[in-house]
């Protein structure tokens, strides 16, 4: 026990001297860890040194003193412009003109943020911006629209199309221009480029991006194309159609040659086959009818021919494309008649129906808008019950369709008006449908009498409202055909006949008020002397009564048309009053005189 008392007492300020150790390096580490970071912390109220904010030191400031410092310099650069180039030109924007500033309050608060916290924790933080420095970039913003318009500005400056390779016509040769690269301004970078700039302290140039536009068609693909337009122009091509041989030269294919679509298309391509189907094409004729006294005979229909364009184009281009044979035939289509023979033969158009003659005559221009409504109304096809219009049929009488002035009744007076005459016509086809018995839904007389009509049978229009209306109850169709000759105009209703028989009786024209009288003073006239110089016509009425029988004598319709004329004034002229001298004078020398042979126009003899 005694031997090892010793080693024991030894041993034990070897411990005491490792945990001193311990406790000191405990301590150090404690003050690394703590005291270090405090040491860094600094004023929670300030920036953390070394914090640069668009590239302006703002470390140690307040963040009100560092906002004012940022904004008071944006505020000088607002106005001075950066330029920006891009493709060797050069474009000057100022922030103000786009609308482009920066939000200096909210770079402050993200960068007290990072250097922010409470003490240790804000010392670790500033430590590390003191080592791996940050520069804070404020949020920014720019008025759209302004922005778009300077970028739209810039780029129609620099934007140059490229121009792709293309086959090109030289007299009758075919060869390939070569393309060329073209730029383009990169307008989503470009823009992100110049707001970064304008909200920036630096106004030194900026290059914008600018991207390279590469032809799409090169030589090298367009090589087939060219042989192939080659061989179409090589030699003339042949074209059959419908009986003759065209030769169409190698200019004319070379002309209608679409060198972008290798066919014939385009402009000078329609012009062509568009000529070339008016030498070909044969519009269809539809059945008819010819005339030959009271019968009637059907004129066949003939079929059309027309050239199939799509087709004849697609055709003429396989035979220019062989390099032997270079003939073709063009294709054609067959256009039908709306009206085939046999539809014209089953309408049953044979014989008259009805028809009448009225006389005419006047000024040249009244003759004249009679054959040309006659001509409006002539063929016109009137179906099993359908009605007949004179106002549809004709449309409006305009100066567009060709109707002059002439002579006309307006509101009872005859003037001058455009279209003076229709009613020859419109009383002449209702005469035809009179005679025919058909039944008439619509007629009006003239606001005159005109004489040389039959008696209360004369038929008045004016578009749209006064219309000449009668109905085909034959149960056949009707074709109505109008003649006009030198000084007469003749309308017939063609149809199967029905064989009926019209009797009609016409009243006498019978007065109902007389005419009223036109005075006008005349000076030339003396006092009291009346000159009649228009005797007029009185308001007159009429009517006519018709009858009409079928063939087994049935009596179908009795139909009574009236007529009501209006008055034609009396023209008189009348003289002067006499004036109170002269009466006096008259009275005087007619209580002096004892001869009463002597009058006004012969003075009595004085006494010599």
């Given at each position: 026990m005694a031997a090892s008392s010793p080693a024991v007492r030894r041993r034990a300020p070897a411990r005491s001297r490792t945990w001193a150790?311990?406790?000191?390096?405990?301590?150090?580490?404690?003050?690394?860890?703590?005291?270090?970071?405090?040491?860094?912390?600094?004023?929670?109220?300030?920036?953390?040194?070394?914090?640069?904010?668009?590239?302006?030191?703002?470390?140690?400031?307040?963040?009100?003193?560092?906002?004012?410092?940022?904004?008071?310099?944006?505020?000088?650069?607002?106005?001075?412009?950066?330029?920006?180039?891009?493709?060797?030109?050069?474009?000057?924007?100022?922030?103000?003109?786009?609308?482009?500033?920066?939000?200096?309050?909210?770079a402050v608060d993200e960068a007290?943020?990072?250097?922010?916290?409470?003490?240790?924790?804000?010392?670790?933080?500033?430590?590390?911006?003191?080592?791996?420095?940050?520069?804070?970039?404020?949020?920014?913003?720019?008025?759209?629209?302004?922005?778009?318009?300077?970028?739209?500005?810039?780029?129609?400056?620099?934007?140059?199309?490229?121009?792709?390779?293309?086959?090109?016509?030289r007299g009758l040769r075919v060869t390939i221009a070569a393309g060329s690269t073209g730029l383009t301004l990169d307008r989503a970078a470009a823009r992100e480029r110049i707001v970064e700039s304008l909200a920036s302290f630096s106004r030194l140039p900026v290059s914008l991006p600018?991207?390279?536009?590469?032809?799409?068609?090169?030589?090298?693909?367009?090589?087939?194309?060219?042989?192939?337009?080659s061989l179409v122009v090589s030699a003339p091509v042949r074209a059959k159609v419908d009986g003759k041989t065209l030769r169409i030269p190698r200019w004319r294919l070379a002309t209608i040659l679409n060198l972008d679509t290798l066919r014939f298309s385009g402009p000078a391509a329609d012009k062509y086959f568009a000529r070339l189907a008016k030498q070909?094409?044969?519009?269809?004729?539809?059945?008819?009818?010819?005339?030959?006294?009271?019968?009637?005979?059907?004129?066949?229909?003939?079929?059309?021919?027309?050239?199939?364009?799509?087709?004849?184009?697609?055709?003429?281009?396989?035979?220019?494309?062989?390099?032997?044979?270079?003939?073709?035939?063009?294709?054609?289509?067959t256009a039908k008649p709306d009206r085939s023979t046999a539809q014209a033969q089953a309408m049953g158009i044979t014989g008259t129906v009805g028809s009448y003659e009225t006389f005419y005559g006047g000024d040249p221009n009244r003759i004249h808008n009679v054959r040309l409504v006659a001509h409006l109304v002539d063929d016109k096809l009137i179906g099993p019950g359908?009605?007949?219009?004179?106002?549809?049929?004709?449309?409006?009488?305009?100066?567009?369709k060709g109707f002059l002035e002439a002579p006309v009744i307006v509101n009872g007076e005859l003037q001058t008006?455009?279209?003076?005459?229709?009613?020859?016509?419109?009383?002449?086809?209702?005469?035809?449908?009179?005679?025919?018995?058909?039944?008439?839904?619509?007629?009006?007389?003239?606001?005159?009498?005109?004489?040389?009509?039959?008696?209360?049978?004369?038929?008045?229009?004016?578009?749209?409202?006064?219309?000449?209306?009668?109905?085909?109850?034959?149960g056949h169709w009707l074709l109505l055909r109008t003649w006009v000759g030198s000084s007469s105009l003749t309308a017939v209703l063609y149809g199967t006949p029905v064989h009926r028989r019209v009797d009609s009786a016409a009243q006498p024209l019978r007065v109902v008020a007389q005419p009223p009288v036109e005075k006008t003073v005349d000076a030339t006239l003396k006092p009291g002397q009346v000159e009649v110089d228009d005797p007029g016509v009185p308001a007159q009425t009429t009517s006519v009564e018709r009858k009409v029988?079928?063939?087994?004598?049935?009596?179908?319709?009795?139909?009574?048309?009236?007529?009501?004329?209006?008055?034609?004034?009396?023209?008189?002229?009348?003289?002067?009053?006499?004036?109170?001298?002269?009466?006096?004078?008259?009275?005087?020398?007619?209580?002096?005189?004892?001869?009463?042979?002597?009058?006004?126009?012969?003075?009595?003899?004085?006494p010599r």
């Amino acid at each position: 026990m005694a031997a090892s008392s010793p080693a024991v007492r030894r041993r034990a300020p070897a411990r005491s001297r490792t945990w001193a150790r311990l406790g000191i390096a405990g301590l150090v580490v404690l003050a690394a860890v703590v005291v270090v970071p405090l040491f860094f912390a600094g004023s929670k109220g300030k920036l953390a040194e070394g914090t640069r904010i668009g590239g302006i030191d703002v470390g140690g400031r307040s963040p009100s003193d560092a906002k004012a410092i940022l904004q008071a310099r944006a505020k000088r650069l607002d106005a001075v412009p950066v330029t920006f180039t891009a493709a060797g030109k050069r474009f000057r924007v100022t922030a103000r003109t786009v609308g482009v500033s920066a939000d200096w309050g909210a770079a402050v608060d993200e960068a007290m943020k990072d250097g922010g916290g409470f003490g240790i924790v804000r010392g670790y933080r500033r430590i590390g911006l003191e080592l791996f420095p940050q520069e804070v970039v404020a949020p920014t913003r720019a008025y759209d629209a302004a922005l778009d318009y300077k970028l739209s500005l810039i780029a129609r400056a620099v934007d140059k199309p490229h121009r792709d390779a293309q086959l090109v016509r030289r007299g009758l040769r075919v060869t390939i221009a070569a393309g060329s690269t073209g730029l383009t301004l990169d307008r989503a970078a470009a823009r992100e480029r110049i707001v970064e700039s304008l909200a920036s302290f630096s106004r030194l140039p900026v290059s914008l991006p600018v991207r390279v536009d590469a032809p799409r068609v090169t030589v090298a693909s367009l090589t087939a194309a060219q042989r192939r337009a080659s061989l179409v122009v090589s030699a003339p091509v042949r074209a059959k159609v419908d009986g003759k041989t065209l030769r169409i030269p190698r200019w004319r294919l070379a002309t209608i040659l679409n060198l972008d679509t290798l066919r014939f298309s385009g402009p000078a391509a329609d012009k062509y086959f568009a000529r070339l189907a008016k030498q070909v094409d044969h519009d269809p004729a539809d059945a008819t009818w010819s005339i030959h006294g009271s019968k009637v005979a059907v004129v066949p229909a003939k079929p059309g021919l027309a050239l199939d364009v799509p087709r004849a184009a697609n055709a003429l281009l396989a035979a220019a494309s062989r390099s032997a044979n270079r003939v073709v035939s063009l294709p054609l289509t067959t256009a039908k008649p709306d009206r085939s023979t046999a539809q014209a033969q089953a309408m049953g158009i044979t014989g008259t129906v009805g028809s009448y003659e009225t006389f005419y005559g006047g000024d040249p221009n009244r003759i004249h808008n009679v054959r040309l409504v006659a001509h409006l109304v002539d063929d016109k096809l009137i179906g099993p019950g359908a009605t007949f219009s004179f106002n549809g049929t004709t449309g409006e009488r305009s100066a567009e369709k060709g109707f002059l002035e002439a002579p006309v009744i307006v509101n009872g007076e005859l003037q001058t008006g455009l279209g003076g005459g229709v009613c020859q016509v419109s009383t002449t086809v209702f005469n035809a449908a009179f005679e025919a018995g058909l039944p008439i839904s619509a007629r009006t007389n003239h606001a005159l009498y005109i004489s040389h009509y039959p008696l209360g049978r004369d038929a008045t229009v004016n578009y749209p409202d006064i219309d000449l209306k009668f109905v085909n109850d034959t149960g056949h169709w009707l074709l109505l055909r109008t003649w006009v000759g030198s000084s007469s105009l003749t309308a017939v209703l063609y149809g199967t006949p029905v064989h009926r028989r019209v009797d009609s009786a016409a009243q006498p024209l019978r007065v109902v008020a007389q005419p009223p009288v036109e005075k006008t003073v005349d000076a030339t006239l003396k006092p009291g002397q009346v000159e009649v110089d228009d005797p007029g016509v009185p308001a007159q009425t009429t009517s006519v009564e018709r009858k009409v029988y079928a063939a087994d004598g049935k009596l179908l319709s009795d139909q009574t048309f009236y007529s009501s004329y209006r008055a034609e004034p009396k023209i008189v002229r009348v003289g002067p009053k006499a004036k109170p001298k002269d009466k006096a004078k008259k009275q005087a020398g007619a209580a002096t005189t004892t001869a009463p042979t002597t009058t006004a126009e012969t003075p009595p003899t004085l006494p010599r």
